[in-house]
Structures are given as structure tokens and as C-alpha cells.
């Protein structure tokens, strides 16, 4: 039995006031909620106050993106080490954003996996494929190389700390979701995959989450899906009501 994950991830939303408000009133709507981790992914600058007023909360934080290097001359960046200070227990690593905007390789990726694993931070890696990639039949190879290449050099124990986002790229913020079906198809491959890099008692205890216009009215029947273990959510995890509904999904 995999463990259900529900990520919120804020982007480049919400200031401080904004920030601790959603926070008083998620954490009282998820109190109990314990079959299930939970969350919250806000801009960096949040991690301290945010991980302080989810305490005694099933609601852990996390960052969107950090540097591999500990420390040094590298401006603007954070290090696991920093993250951790204040209170992120979860990275996420390689969001299409990232890719798309800010030069994120498969190569990187691979750095900063391995950087978060060393640190005991836990990662959430997020692969998927373009439309024109879809289109064209390439989402299995471009999952392919985007596991083969990020997942480089990894041991069994550090694939036991993973989890998968599968985002494919034109749900994301679209409100075009995968159907339950594609989702299941390309989250079915990539049990396949893990299980072939790791072998099957790792692969098949790694937590696959799916992201793309993820709501709380498509949520039920993604999660009854065999591999879908989670969801990665953007825009409908801006409002606490509808983030608690997601999080609380019902079980079929
Ligand atoms: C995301 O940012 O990872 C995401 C899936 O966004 P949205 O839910 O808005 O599509």
C-alpha cells in the first residue's frame, strides 16, 4: 500500500499576509487527516513562518526548486542546508517551469536530486512531456530520458525516498486534465520503468503523483486509478477550501 501524496504548489503566488492567513485556516480543515502526507509548496521566502504555523498539523512545507552546491558565490540561490534551517522538509525538482523558463536540463535535475538526498530532504520529481511531444508519439521516450537521465547514479535506497510527479506539460495551468485513463497509462509506464532501474519491491513502493489541472472535481477518479498514489497541485491549491477537498478525496 502506497501512502496517498498531496502537494500544493503556490508558484510565484501570495504575499506574507496572504500566506499566513491560507495557513490558520488549512490547518484547522486538515486537522486528522492522517492517511494521507500533505504539502505545501510556497515561495521560499514563507518556508520559516509557513513551517512554524502548520506545527501540529499533518502539513509539512517544501521548496520549489533549490541549488546543489552547499554554499559560496552563487547569488540568488539557496542550499539544502538553508531550506532545511527553516523548516522544508520536501523539494521539488524539475517542474516544467523550471525546464521551460529557467534552463532546467535532465543534467540538473540530476544534480539537485542528488544534492537533496544527501541533505535527507525529500524529493519530488517532476517529469512530463510537451504537447507537440505528445502529438508526435514521443511521451514514453521523453518520460524515458527525463527518468533514465534525472534518476543517474541513484542507489536503491536513495529511489526509496522518491516520489513522481508525471506533469505533462499541457495540463498544466490549461484546465485541460489528463483523463483518468492517459494518466494511468503513462503512470503504468513508469512503474515499468522504476521497476526496471530498482527492481520491482523498490519501484513498485515508489509514490507516483499525478499534475495538471488537477481540481477537487476530477480528483476522485484520478486517485482511483492503480498507480496514481497522488496529485501535484497548482492553481486549485491557491484556495484553502479547495485544496482541503482535494486532500481529502474519497476513497473508491
Ligand atoms: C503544477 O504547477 O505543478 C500544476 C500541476 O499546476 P495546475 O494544477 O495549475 O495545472
Request: hydrophobic content about 40%; some cysteine; aromatic content about 8%.
Amino acid at each position: 500500500m502506497r501512502r496517498p501524496i498531496l502537494g500544493g504548489n503556490w508558484k510565484m503566488n501570495k504575499d506574507l499576509g496572504q500566506a499566513l492567513a491560507y495557513a490558520s485556516a488549512f490547518k484547522e480543515a486538515v486537522l486528522g487527516v492522517d492517511d494521507a502526507d500533505i504539502v505545501i509548496f510556497p515561495p521560499s521566502v514563507y518556508i520559516e513562518k509557513l513551517s512554524e504555523a502548520f506545527k501540529g498539523s499533518p502539513v509539512a512545507t517544501g521548496v520549489q526548486n533549490l541549488f546543489w552546491e552547499e554554499k559560496g558565490a552563487f547569488t540568488g540561490e539557496l542550499s539544502t542546508s538553508m531550506v532545511k534551517s527553516v523548516g522544508a522538509t520536501y523539494v521539488l525538482i524539475g517542474h516544467s517551469e523550471r525546464r521551460q523558463y529557467f534552463s532546467e536540463t535532465n543534467e540538473t535535475v540530476n544534480k539537485r536530486l542528488k544534492a537533496v538526498l544527501k541533505a535527507g530532504l525529500i524529493p519530488m520529481l517532476c517529469v512530463g512531456e510537451r504537447l507537440e511531444e505528445r502529438e508526435a508519439n514521443e511521451t514514453f521516450s521523453v518520460i524515458e530520458k527525463q527518468l533514465k537521465e534525472g534518476l543517474a547514479g541513484l542507489s536503491k535506497d536513495d529511489a526509496k525516498k522518491l516520489t513522481v510527479a508525471y506533469e505533462p506539460v499541457w495540463a498544466i495551468g490549461t484546465g485541460k486534465t489528463a483523463t483518468p485513463a492517459i494518466a494511468q497509462e503513462v503512470h503504468g509506464h513508469i512503474r515499468g520503468l522504476l521497476n526496471s532501474l530498482f527492481g520491482k519491491e523498490i519501484g513498485e513502493s515508489i509514490r507516483l503523483a499525478y499534475g495538471g489541472s488537477v481540481t477537487q472535481e476530477n480528483i476522485d477518479n484520478l486517485m482511483a486509478e492503480k498507480d496514481i498514489d497522488g496529485a501535484l497541485v497548482g492553481g486549485a491549491s491557491l484556495d484553502p477550501v479547495s485544496f482541503e477537498r482535494i486532500v481529502r478525496f474519497r476513497r473508491k
